[in-house]
Structure formats: C-alpha cells, structure tokens
C-alpha cells in the first residue's frame, strides 16, 4: 500500500520515534512541494536521530522555498545541541548553496570543538564556492585532524581560486598518500604551470592510486 500524506503525518506524530524515522523516508516517495510541508515538523524533533535525517533530506527539500530553508538550517546549525545534527546542517547548505550562511559557517568552525561538524563546513566551503572562504580553509590546512585538513584541500581546489595554488603545493610531499591523492585532484583543477609542476613527479609516485591520478591529470590538461 502506497503512503498517503496522511498516513505520514499520523507516524510523525507517533510518540515511537522510529515509526517517525520511518516516517521521514517515506517523504522520498512524494513530490518536492508536499515532501517539504510534511518534513516541517521533524525539523526540531525532540529526538536528535529524527532531527538529522529531516535535516539531512532538506538538502534537496529546501529547494522548494530556499529562504525558508536557509532559516531552519542556520538555526540547526548555530543552536543545536548534537553534532550531528549540526553537521547535517552544514552539509545540507552546501547542497543548496547557501552562500549568505558563509559567516556562520566560518563562526561555528572556530566555536565548536566538534570534528565532524569542523568537517562538515569545510567540505561544504567547496560547495559553495565562495571566495570569501579562502582565508577558512587556509586556516583549516593548519588542523591537527587529518580529516579536515583533507577536506580542506579538496575544498580548496573546488573553490578555484588560483590563490589556493601554493597553499596546496606543499601538500604534494606529504607522508599521508591519501593527502597527496587529494593534491593531485585539486591541483587538477587548475591549469597553470606551478600546479602541472607539482603534480608532475607524482606519477612516479609508490601508491598507485596517487601516481595514476597524478597521471591522469597531467593527461587531461596536456
């Protein structure tokens, strides 16, 4: 039997919060218009699992009334006492493109001790964009956590701002072979001859994966 928008708003007010889990993912099944009313009440759900798969599938949701999306998820993002949920949030303001929440992205990372959250709005900065972030992400190429440092780097080259080219150059030498990847991706991205030069000895490199992308790259922009 096919959910109806009644069925779901009678499990999204059951007290068993996996029936309003279940709930959630049913949304899938209608259309963006109806999907976003319905998911309106599980934005500030009393249970964090519920709250972070609605705000989670507002990334595609929030499409259908951006303003009003941008509102709920700054508001996840700034006030809500999970993690998760809060990096859900930053997640899905990439997805949307978001770029009026940039200053409150840049204030969580330097607020909060979470990674994954840090995470999050750093990997989100590519999404967005913006290059008013370059001086975030360049700060986040500094973290002690591998992760967002990573993060920083693919962030970085998405953000196509040749200023990220020799904040990323260095990088090409690193210990960690998955860094190094990331390096030569980002790199890729742009066609000057500094990155070429970078990549360059990278083909030679002994993790296969990092020398052939390394070879891939200089193939692309030959």
């Given at each position: 039997m096919n959910p109806t928008p009644e069925t779901v708003r009678e499990l999204l007010e059951s007290e068993d919060f996996g029936q309003r889990l279940s709930a959630i993912n049913l949304i899938?099944?209608?259309?963006?218009?109806?999907?976003?009313?319905?998911?309106?009440?599980?934005?500030?759900?009393?249970?964090?699992?519920?709250?972070?798969?609605?705000?989670?599938?507002?990334?595609?949701?929030?499409?259908?009334?951006?303003?009003?999306?941008?509102?709920?998820?700054?508001?996840?993002?700034l006030k809500d006492p999970e993690p998760d949920v809060q990096a859900a949030a930053a997640d899905s303001i990439g997805a949307l493109k978001l770029k009026e929440a940039l200053p409150d992205l840049e204030l969580v990372y330097h607020q909060t001790d979470q990674w994954l959250v840090q995470f999050s709005i750093i990997a989100?900065?590519?999404?967005?964009?913006?290059?008013?972030?370059?001086?975030?992400?360049?700060?986040?190429?500094?973290?002690?956590?591998?992760?967002?440092?990573?993060?920083a780097i693919g962030s970085l080259g998405e953000l196509g701002d040749v200023a990220a080219v020799p904040l990323l150059i260095p990088f090409a030498g690193d210990a960690?072979?998955?860094?190094?990847?990331?390096?030569?991706?980002?790199?890729?991205?742009?066609?000057?001859?500094?990155?070429?030069?970078?990549?360059?000895?990278?083909?030679?490199?002994?993790?296969?994966?990092?020398?052939?992308?390394?070879?891939?790259?200089?193939?692309?922009?030959?």
């Open positions: 899938r099944q209608f259309d963006s218009a109806i999907g976003y009313e319905l998911i309106q009440p599980a934005l500030d759900d009393p249970n964090a699992r519920v709250r972070y798969a609605a705000i989670s599938q507002l990334s595609t949701l929030g499409q259908h009334d951006p303003s009003t999306a941008y509102r709920i998820l700054r508001d996840r993002l989100t900065l590519g999404e967005l964009g913006d290059p008013r972030s370059l001086e975030l992400l360049k700060t986040a190429l500094t973290s002690d956590n591998d992760l967002i440092k990573t993060a960690d072979w998955q860094v190094r990847y990331r390096v030569v991706q980002a790199l890729g991205r742009f066609d000057l001859p500094a990155a070429r030069e970078a990549i360059a000895p990278l083909v030679n490199d002994p993790m296969k994966p990092v020398a052939e992308e390394a070879h891939n790259q200089l193939s692309a922009n030959a």
